[in-house]
T-cell receptor
Framework: KAGVTQTPRYLIKTRGQQVTLSCSPI?????VSWYQQTPGQGLQFLFE???????NKGNFPGRFSGRQFSNSRSEMNVSTLELGDSALYLC??????????????FGEGSRLTVL | AQSVAQPEDQVNVAEGNPLTVKCTYS??????LFWYVQYPNRGLQFLLK??????LVKGSYGFEAEFNKSQTSFHLKKPSALVSDSALYFC????????????FGTGTQLKVEL
């Protein structure tokens, strides 16, 4: 079974631009979560989607948004990029349905550098 | 609000010796507790979890963790460390109805030396 696939793996943007990151969960997984990892703030929860609906949201500004498609693939978008948005963005999928176990399968991440 | 504390930034241990990576937590209600490991330039891998039941939880690669409700701790342990265990370890917590909104600790770098 293929793992969680995130694209692109690396990207460089400049301040003010926007970026879209993609995540394909493991086949059959319907829950997708996104986390931001930085040296200063560590791992922080962004949002979670299940059946195309946002189920949970972290404490990030409205510049951070996401969505999930009917095939469970998910995208997240960051608009008006700031230097502080430089981070590793991790996507994780969950094999369970409405009752989450917290046993997440993570992708290798998309490393965003904002110049 | 839920929180996790990993008091040690780094733990050094000799190969073959037992290892412990410490974690304490704070959460409303019954905790769901997790350990994840991250190797360089990789995503996180699930090691083990505690939801309910026995306080000693066994997980992948010979790791285990002990849940202590009175001390609000969930320390990760392994009887005999391997050099290949060297990695970054994260403890995480969520509340019972929290979906997949995990709160992670700051991580502990484990270094196992020959």
């Amino acid at each position: 079974k293929a793992g969680v696939t995130q694209t692109p793996r690396y990207l460089i943007k400049t301040r003010g631009q926007q970026v879209t990151l993609s995540c394909s969960p493991i086949s059959g997984h319907r829950s997708v979560s996104w986390y931001q990892q930085t040296p200063g703030q560590g791992l922080q929860f962004l949002f979670e989607y299940f059946s195309e609906t946002q189920r949970n949201k972290g404490n990030f500004p409205g510049r951070f948004s996401g969505r999930q498609f009917s095939n469970s693939r998910s995208e997240m978008n960051v608009s008006t990029l700031e230097l502080g948005d430089s981070a590793l963005y991790l996507c994780a999928s969950d094999p369970t349905g409405r009752t989450n176990t917290g046993e997440l399968f993570f992708g290798e991440g998309s490393r965003l550098t904002v110049l | 609000a839920q929180s996790v504390a990993q008091p040690e930034d780094q733990v050094n241990v000799a190969e073959g010796n037992p290892l412990t990576v410490k974690c304490t937590y704070s959460v409303s209600g019954n905790p769901y507790l997790f350990w994840y490991v991250q190797y360089p330039n990789r995503g996180l891998q699930f090691l083990l979890k505690y939801i309910t039941g026995d306080n000693l939880v066994k997980g992948s690669y010979g790791f285990e963790a002990e849940f202590n409700k009175s001390q609000t701790s969930f320390h990760l342990k392994k009887p005999s460390a391997l050099v290949s265990d060297s990695a970054l370890y994260f403890c995480a917590v969520r509340s019972a109805g929290g979906g997949n909104k995990l709160t992670f600790g700051t991580g502990t770098q484990l270094k196992v030396e020959l």
